[in-house]
């Protein structure tokens, strides 16, 4: 993978405090989502028997990385469909319902208790009439939770996430790698990826990312906004689990970097206008995939009084979405944006899982420079107390 | 359909003006949309022959809006599939032309040389084998536009979007209404609901409308950012439709409300803990379905363990995800956001219509009280000169 800064900045002393305060929670263990690489290993021969479908019950952090990945890779490798069971939508749910035929389901709740979860669960045991000790039925939780417990009581497999690993940082605990494995996917490519960048990172060879988060964090008033350009539409279910990653974890206190998503060049079609014109206070990313692996070309056809077209004729569809990034780029780096940029040269499980644990890390660094507590949500507490009184 | 504002704001001068504004607008016929429920009544009676699926070639103001209405109905209609040809991403190109049977194509591009578009097309016209007078290819574009004029030349059918009526301002034009009477819907519905709203607007019985669009005006360096909270997976394409209308209409000459898109009750696993300790400067807007017209419930299920959940036993599906957005917005408006609600009572196509116009007009009256010109996007061209300058 490539990293590139498109604006010159340098903070050596808050790049040094980021790296240190990160290298604390590591070395500490404080944190656990820099060891998954190595914790995870052993759920790559996991084998899972007679079934059609991985259906995850879960939402947020239970399920947006998992799609993520599976979004990027499901055209590649010949795995086995995904559905995602998320919202509370009854017609959401039904149409899902429709297209289980033969499912492994994978019940996934890091508190053993979201209530979003485990309503759709009830319904999918009533639906599909899941009884006590069923095969096709696993669970993903933290030691001890009341859904752990549960699943002892009812006979079912359990996989734990470590207690010191957050809900939006459990992409790579059994949240998702369990799931992705059975899919049939190689999960220590992803594992591989993710270690080798946290090593290079610990290692001090990617200044980078210091760098942007040290801007970041230094700069939130005048920026407190970061937009994501991800150029494909596969990297649609990434941008949401960035924004999450981001979203979660770095507003607070008064302070916030705020991520919003878009996909290239469709929302060229939507959103550029506001950022060529508008009011500027945000730092740009812009996510690409160098190689998409596919011959698709735009044929050499010469359409009568469409001529004025013809500039893209015998290029291959890959080009044109790279040079409309390119474009882009260019077109906002000449407004002076800050602008950065994540290529991945080919849509690797092993680029996937680099590209996971850098936005992992930069969204640690950014944290602990802006000094807040990066892996707490209380903010969402109070709904919760809420909602349970109006019923 | 049911509009309420949470916030208390009266501007009687800039309310008068916004009025004003827009009904010169509407009367002088300067601005086309505004007369399209009575312009697209021609294509009810519409009939298509001997297709399977609807495929639109198009992007930005050419898809979003179609998709938007499609997502929301398809559910609950006994209609034709449509597909969507949008991002020249080659992976998702290939994807999707697995999928295509018996298609019905519409190329849609109202300036009629969108390069997006036609290299699709272009790529249609030799996978699927298109010939000259093609019965199963049809044309939407602006008047004499070059793809008018290679239409007439291939002897297609070709429906027109009034000059007047800018791309995102389009989909009760040809553009939305035509693909979509071919899936077999009653389009008269839609329209109906968009010329009842603006009849009533223009007869000033929506002036909370007006108050909204004054607030937000004058405050846009406080709330320069508009957060959407649509409560159910199938407005996902219409909080995209309305982030390119807010976009690209009120992102200009130093100004901007940003439109921020996201889906209840999912994102409030990801967004809700910035919204409720970041740093404010939002106006957030929930937009929910009453009456989801679905039975499903969870069921009265005692689960070990797990008992913490029953409260929401028996309840329907409907019932949890509407209780959750009444949590999160009585909880952000503890938090004194501007907050506002748009309620449709049921997902009917009348209340689309109605949905439309609202977002329309409210856009032409915020860009109005905001001294800019709503209808232009003289910001995305450059990219478009320094693409032509790669090839």
New interface residues.
């Given amino acids: 993978m490539e990293y590139k800064l498109y604006f010159d900045y340098e903070n050596k002393k808050a790049q040094k405090e980021a790296y240190e305060r990160v290298l604390k929670e590591y070395e500490s263990q404080e944190i656990g989502y820099y060891h998954l690489p190595e914790h995870s290993k052993k759920f790559k021969n996991l084998k899972f028997k007679n079934f059609e479908e991985v259906v995850i019950i879960g ?3 239970s399920s ?1 990385g998992t799609k993520s990945i599976y979004e990027m890779i499901k ?2 490798y010949p795995i086995k469909k995904m559905i995602f069971l ?10 899902k319902f429709s297209q289980i035929k033969n499912p492994l389901f994978f019940v996934i709740s890091k508190s ?2 979201t ?2 979860t ?2 759709i669960f ?2 999918v ?2 639906h599909f009439n899941l009884q006590k000790g069923a095969k096709n039925l696993k669970i993903i939780t933290d030691p001890s939770s ?2 752990e ?2 699943a002892i ?2 006979d079912l497999e359990v996989f734990n996430i470590p207690k010191n690993v957050g ?2 940082f459990s992409v790579l605990s059994a949240v998702g790698m369990v799931p992705l494995r059975a899919t049939g996917i190689d999960i220590t490519k992803i594992l591989q990826g993710a270690k080798e960048f946290r090593d290079r990172f610990f290692e001090k060879k990617e200044e980078h990312l210091l760098k942007k988060a040290a801007f970041y964090a230094r700069n939130y008033k005048i920026y ?2 970061n937009v994501m350009f991800a ?4 990297l649609n279910a990434f941008k ?1 689990w960035y ?2 990653l981001f ?2 974890s ?7 970097i ?1 991520p ?1 998503g878009h ?1 290239g ?15 500027g ?1 945000k730092t740009i990313t812009f996510l690409k995939i160098q190689d ?1 692996e ?6 050499n ?1 010469n ?4 001529e ?2 013809n ?3 015998g ?4 080009k ?2 790279n ?2 990034e ?3 780029k ?2 906002l780096i ?1 407004k002076e944006y800050p602008v950065d940029e994540v290529i991945l040269e080919k849509l690797t499980l092993y680029n996937i899982g680099e590209l996971i644990m850098y936005y992992e890390i930069l969204t640690s660094a950014i944290g602990s420079l802006l000094d807040i507590n990066t892996y707490n ?4 507490e ?3 107390v ?3 009184n ?2």
């Fill in positions: 939402i947020g952090g947006l055209n590649k998320e919202n509370p939508d009854p017609i959401d749910l039904e149409t053993g208790k209530i979003e485990i309503s009830k319904k045991i009533k009341p859904l417990k549960f009581e009812w809900g939006r407190p906004v150029y494909s539409t596969i949401e924004v999450q979203g979660e770095l507003g607070k206190n008064g302070k916030e705020m919003v996909i060049s469709i929302d060229q079609h939507s959103f550029l206008q506001l950022l060529m014109e508008g009011m206070h998409f596919n011959p698709l070309k735009i044929p056809i359409l009568p009084f469409l004025e077209t500039f893209v004729n290029a291959t569809f890959e044109l979405i040079k409309e390119e474009a882009t260019e077109a000449a949500q209380p903010g969402v109070i709904g919760k809420i909602l349970k109006k019923f």
